[in-house]
């Protein structure tokens, strides 16, 4: 799988887990679990790419992150 499409299929579990569940905020490595990220590393790797483009946002809980709307809108097309 490429980087960008690992990075789309991340954002994607997020945006599925965040409509179907009231929680706001979700530990990154499970969603990394999830998707097939092997270890932390990949999955913290992931995510502050993720955050420096502006689609996910860092919650005050420690590993927990939430879509910013620029994410909800790149997935939601």
Request: hydrophobic fraction near 35%; proline fraction near 0%; aromatic fraction near 8%.
């Amino acid at each position: 799988m490429a980087h960008e499409d690992i990075g789309q299929t991340f954002l994607l579990k997020l945006y599925e887990k965040s409509v179907s569940d009231s929680v706001q905020a979700f530990d990154r490595y499970e969603i990394g679990s999830d998707i097939g990220l092997l270890d932390k590393v990949q999955t913290d790797n992931l995510v502050d790419e993720l955050l420096d483009r502006g689609y996910v946002i860092k919650a005050k809980e420690k590993s927990k992150i939430y879509l910013s709307n620029k994410g909800r809108k790149t997935v939601e097309i």
